[in-house]
């Protein structure tokens, strides 16, 4: 499969804790790029990774890559009610890009 | 505009009958992409359009499906015959370069009777 796998599929945490989830990959990629859904609206882009970075920050986001073990991961630090959406990676290839089924994150009060 | 459109928000259509999904990009965005998304999937790749040329069509998942962007801006995707499957939110997105941050229309929710 060209696509990425992301874990765990669904995640519950309290507001203040960290979530952190992971995107793993069987292919080569140009870049890899995060992006968040909330529930019936459109995607947004949250941050993308080169091929040659190892890790990037933007504000309460940290994201890692892995190349040798085909692997990211994206860290919300303490997270609020807001962050609750799914979490979408997406691997850049040639000309495509193509996305996960993403991890539904839930964050309770 | 400030943002991707597309239209319309909403179409409900019969079996078999033939429909024509929108999509303007942001102004100057050279790359414009179409996905479809199913109920609790991630966004599945359709096309990939590189100004006025198709760069790679080899998601679309049949030969009823075909999109055109003539001038290299709007986009249109069109069904042909439509089946109860093809029900989806189609999205459409639209990039400076082929290989950075995609931003995303609100999509087309399709819905086949």
């Known amino acids: 499969s060209q696509q990425g796998e992301e874990d765990p599929q669904a995640l519950s945490i309290q507001e203040g804790e960290n979530a952190t989830m992971n995107c793993s990959y069987k292919?080569?990629?140009?870049?890899l790029q995060w992006y968040r859904q909330n529930s019936g609206r459109g995607l947004v882009h949250l941050i993308l990774?080169?091929?040659?970075?190892r890790e990037k920050h933007s504000g309460r986001l940290r994201v890692t890559l892995d190349t040798s073990k085909k692997s990211s991961s994206l860290l919300i630090t303490a997270s609020r009610a807001a962050d609750t959406a799914s979490y979408f990676c997406?691997?850049?290839?040639?000309?495509?890009?193509?996305f996960g089924k993403g991890t539904r994150l839930h964050i309770l009060p | 505009g400030a943002g991707v459109s597309q239209t319309p928000s909403n179409k409900v259509t019969e079996k078999g009958k033939y429909v024509e999904l929108r999509c303007d990009p942001i102004?100057?965005?050279?790359?414009l992409y179409w996905y479809r998304q199913s109920l609790g999937q991630g966004p599945e790749f359709l096309i990939y359009?590189?100004?006025?040329?198709?760069?790679?069509d080899s998601g679309l998942p049949n030969d009823r499906f075909f999109a055109v962007r003539p001038e290299g801006s709007v986009s249109t995707l069109k069904i042909q015959r439509t089946e109860r499957g093809d029900s989806a939110v189609y999205l459409c997105?639209?990039?400076?370069?082929?290989?950075?941050?995609?931003?995303f229309g609100p999509g087309t929710r399709l819905t086949v009777l």
């Open positions: 997105a639209s990039s400076s370069h082929d290989r950075g941050e995609q931003f």
């Open positions: 292919t080569s990629i140009n870049n």
């Open positions: 990774i080169r091929s040659n970075e």
């Open positions: 997406a691997l850049n290839r040639d000309d495509k890009i193509i």
């Open positions: 102004s100057g965005h050279t790359a």
């Open positions: 359009f590189q100004g006025t040329g198709a760069a790679d």
